[in-house]
C-alpha cells in the first residue's frame, strides 16, 4: 500500500497580480518625493521605478519594498520626474502601473 497523492492546494497565486494603482506622489523635501500606493491583494512585494521620461522602458529600479508607500530620495530641484510601481508574487510581476510625475521645487 502505497501513499496517495491527493491535489494539494497551489503554493501562492498562479497568476502575477494586477497592476498597482498610484494614489498620490507628493514632494517631501526638494530633492525628495513620497509615492503611495494602493495595495494589490495577491501581490508578495513592489518594485519602484522612476525616470525623467515617460517612457517605462527607461525608468530605472530604485527599490523593490513590501510597503505601500515609498520615499525617492536624491533628486534633483526644479526636475520633473515620472514614477511607475510594478507587483510581483511567486507566479510573476505585472505590468507597470500608470506613470505618475512630479516637479521638485
Known sequence: ???QILDAEPAGPTEPPNAP???SV?????????IKIEVV???KDY???????ADT???TLKDTS???TFIY???????KYYFAVKARNIAGESAFSTVANRRTF
Open 1 to 3: 500500500a502505497g501513499l
Open 21 to 23: 494603482v498610484i494614489k
Open 26 to 34: 507628493e514632494e517631501v523635501t526638494p530633492t525628495s518625493c513620497k
Open 41 to 43: 491583494p495577491t501581490a
Open 47 to 53: 518594485k519602484f521605478f522612476m525616470g525623467t521620461t
Open 57 to 59: 522602458a527607461a525608468m
Open 66 to 68: 513590501t510597503k505601500t
Open 73 to 79: 530620495e536624491g533628486l534633483t530641484e526644479g526636475t
